[in-house]
DNA sequence: TTCATTTTTGACAATTCTGTGACAATTCAA
DNA sequence: TTGAATTGTCACAGAATTGTCAAAAATGAA
């Protein structure tokens, strides 16, 4: 996942980047045209792209918001010549992560790329605040409540229920949970699953034994309702 | 400094952005009257303004206006009713950071306001004296105390608590110090904050060995409360 | 330059979290 | 109703993270 797709019509520009990005371990791809550098994104899915604003065929203004529109959020730093402050707000209005003004230092940019991923790798959803019954969660202070006594609960149990919640009133697979939130990187068993699940039950559930919300779907997996 | 004021005469627009404000962990504020919302930011200082034009009194441009006019430059976002170009240029060469037509959805505004406040991040933190528990920081003077005894800090040290204080009552992880204290140029290791907590524990909290103020949340990061 | 201070790193200890397997309980299907 | 499969439950080992200290490296002033 560090595929880095750069759309960029300066061949001096996209080869310096690409050199300093292969050695920094990413996998650059260069593309110099505006609508097919937008394709491309799309086929191979980069884990970041660097969006040059004036290309041929398809500006990097209208790539940032078509993508966008389109559902993906690739993490996306736009570079530009000009300096202005309107195109980077402009820019940051389209949804771009970050902005870099050319020329540019390239440990800057290799900097930034690093702070990008890095913020990406932490956000997943857009709540941090979810009620349910007598339970309260916040996931930017990391607080919960069950009526007012605190609860305390592990970074992957946020995890597990922000995920429970996205997908409140369906079904959710071990498999489901393994992928999304334990990741690629990890394989536990599906065991594991039921022991977080348990874990859950007795801080959520007025009656663990009994849940009302995080229900068990017999050789399916769980479902949580609010 | 997450205090947001809300300038707005229709109760029905109004409640509705706190309750969405609240959800988001700002701390809203209403005044549906022009004058007293002009004399309100002046007092409170707000850390954005939410502002409509059609006002009893003062209307929003002439409050954004003299806000300017008085020196000061709390990020407005106006909202209007009209959807006429005029009005945009208008609202924006008064010194709005941002302008929303009505109806707007409420995700959008969200949106606007974080990245308003993320745009102005850079600029703002315009505290420079904070007091906590029997501690005194003044970031102006580099003066500290902690009951009658001064406490020796350094720079960085100054810097952290600043971030941190910010951010009060929200979880800071090592990497947003990284990004924000630290900056583009360097990279120390995220041994080094913890470091640097240890540090700060000593001199702030009355046993460091059982913070109160500067909490650890196990893989995550670190949380300031007041 | 030297010296004092600040910043960073690395090592090790202490703590917390995760994953696993065993066994019990439950569910399903025939 | 019975047996196989699935899920509930528990306790423990080892992984991973954090606390702590001391020493090395960097910085800045005299």
């Known amino acids: 996942m560090n595929k880095i797709l750069i759309i960029e019509d300066d061949p001096a520009v996209s080869k310096g980047l ?18 097919k550098g937008f394709q491309t994104a799309l086929k191979i899915r980069p884990g970041l792209i660097l969006l040059d604003i ?22 996306i730093i736009m ?18 992560d970050d902005y870099v003004t050319k020329p540019f230092s390239v440990k800057e940019l290799m900097a930034r790329i690093k702070a990008v991923l890095r913020r990406r790798s932490v956000i997943v959803s857009d709540f941090d605040k979810y009620e349910f019954d007598d339970v309260t969660l916040d996931f930017s202070k990391l607080e919960a409540k069950k009526g007012n006594k605190k609860i305390d609960m592990s970074l992957k149990e946020y995890e597990i229920m922000k995920y429970f919640i996205s997908k ?3 079904i959710v697979t071990r498999n489901d949970l ?14 594991t ?4 699940i348990l874990a859950l039950r ?23 309702v609010k």
């Open 18 to 35: 690409e050199i300093s990005l292969k050695n920094e371990n990413y996998e650059p791809l260069i593309e110099n045209d505006g609508e």
């Open 54 to 75: 004036m290309l041929p065929n398809k500006n990097g203004f209208d790539i940032c918001r078509d993508l966008r529109l389109s559902g993906h959020n690739f993490p």
């Open 79 to 96: 570079l530009s010549a000009k300096a202005e402050e309107a195109d980077k707000v402009i820019g940051f209005e389209l949804g771009a």
């Open 168 to 170: 409140e009133g369906l």
């Open 178 to 191: 393994l992928d999304e939130v334990w990741g690629y990187e990890n394989f536990p068993t599906t065991r």
């Open 193 to 196: 699953v039921d022991n977080y």
């Open 202 to 224: 007795k801080k959520i559930e007025t009656n663990h034994s009994r849940p009302k919300h995080l229900l068990t779907f017999h050789s399916a997996g769980y479902k949580f």
